[in-house]
DNA sequence: CGGCACGTGCGACATTGTCGCACGCAGGCC
DNA sequence: GGCCTGCGTGCGACAATGTCGCACGTGCCG
């Protein structure tokens, strides 16, 4: 707790207050804060207010204690970056390919748009564009719906939904049905909803804490991505899924 | 940006260092940090430094360059409170206990230990104690294997792992292989590893983010939660997970 | 109804963070 | 290969800033 010289001072106090509330389940008064840290009253409460102000606490109004507050789980989300999950999805993202003779893509949420972050070729021919850094719509690929699925900040853009197809789904309420059985079995799947005759299947990769952080999914033609029902072929889902679990295991370090 | 009178000054400051590097996927360097904020570079590296040694961001030593630490991603954990999580769950787990017939725990991880926060007693007899607020050992109950299985902070406790029963897993290495599996498939079950002749089969409670921030669970007589084969029943898995499904989308808000 | 303890706000002091400047180093251009 | 630009880093002086003591008001418990 002492003070390191070239350190500053308020700074560090915020750390040690920000610990000592997230270490907590229960709320923490003012006094607790002061004592457990060593600091005079009004000095832990400007820094409490300071925190509040920012977002990095939460004060309950009956109460008067204090809690960790949701403007740090946001910030976290972000820890790991891109180049980070690119690097670690390497090698995967090529096995993935290789099995399932499809493209393959590694995506991550940004300004609600899906930022391809890594693409594959599909191994057999190869007219096909590099969509590294390309930018796709989330509501109507196989990466986005699933990226939009675990999103810790809310949902879809804020703006209309574009219709690229006449499958694209555009309505809210049917949008978040889709995404609540993204969540409930793990996997996305986007048919001819972006571009005709064109499929995905996508399936998130988590950090740690379970925190979804990125997304992997193949892309190819409609009839070899599902069946005559319109479904995606099992054996396809198990091998991404199974790609998105081996990168989910590779960015725990 | 302009300083709020009564707020101290350093601390707005790096929250706005902390915004501005998690939203860039890059890393980014003194000098970018700086001009964003209109600050002089040293007091941008005088922030920055501090908030490295706080662990709250980490520089690249190749390239000197910054990005948001691991640090913050713990923090966030605690986002959501017990008390917080009792409330929302408390609907859900008199209706687990009343569908599957057995009694109902609600736990969070606390110092490596789970601390019941919520207890449901078994519909049909009377004779039970309350639980809310004891600690179980995480290892040896299903409870704790879930929690355990999404934790962000290192895996198990630091010192050895204590045996209850014949069956507890004490050993790293199956632990973790168990872990795994849990990860994989959503739910958790402890068969006789915490005292004998009882079972538990458990399921994590998710918040926005996919965050595990606790896990709820049904605990009672191996022979009615599991079959011959010491397989989990498969009605009263999805049972718990189902009712950890609805709560999670209850935390979500 | 009285007393205590806590959250909150203000103001003065001096401690502390800020800013300007300079060094050393690495990368790029000629 | 050598020069030059631009960056990260560190130091020091100043004064702006955070800190601390004190006092007010309020809610809770006895």
Redesign the interface.
């Known amino acids: 707790m002492s003070h390191?010289p070239?350190?500053?001072q308020?700074?560090?106090r915020?750390?040690a207050v920000?610990?000592l509330?997230?270490?907590?389940?229960?709320?923490l008064r003012v006094k607790e804060v002061a004592d457990a840290l060593g600091l005079p009253k009004s000095t832990a409460h400007?820094?409490l207010?300071?925190?509040e102000?920012?977002?990095?606490v939460e004060q309950d109004p009956r109460t008067a204690r204090y809690?960790?507050?949701?403007g740090?789980?946001?910030?976290?989300?972000?820890?790991i970056?891109?180049?980070e999950l690119r690097g670690r999805a390497l090698n995967w993202a090529d096995t993935l390919a290789a099995r399932s003779g499809e493209e393959v893509r590694l995506g991550?949420l940004?300004d609600g748009l899906v930022?391809v972050v890594h693409h594959v070729f599909r191994p057999d021919d190869s007219a096909q564009d590099l969509d590294t850094g390309v930018r796709l719509p989330a509501h109507a690929t196989a990466l986005g719906k699933v990226l939009l699925a675990?999103?810790?900040t809310a949902a879809a853009p804020a703006g209309g939904l574009d219709a690229y197809t006449r499958r694209t789904v555009t309505a809210r309420e049917p949008l978040a049905v889709e995404l609540a059985a993204i969540r409930?079995r793990?996997w996305g799947l986007s048919a001819e909803e972006w571009r005709p005759g064109l499929a995905g299947i996508a399936a998130?990769v988590?950090?740690?804490?379970?925190?979804?952080v990125g997304a992997i999914g193949i892309a190819g033609p409609v009839e070899r991505l599902t069946d005559t029902r319109r479904q995606a072929r099992p054996a396809l889902v198990e091998q991404v899924v199974a790609a998105a679990?081996s990168i989910s295991r590779e960015v725990q370090s």
């Open positions: 390191v070239g350190m500053i308020s700074i560090e915020s750390s920000l610990r509330l997230a270490a907590d389940p229960d709320r400007s820094i207010r300071t925190l102000h920012v977002g990095f809690r960790i507050g949701r740090l789980l946001d910030l976290g989300t972000a820890g970056d891109a180049n991550v940004r930022l675990y999103s810790a409930a793990g998130p988590r950090t740690s804490g379970g925190l979804v679990r």
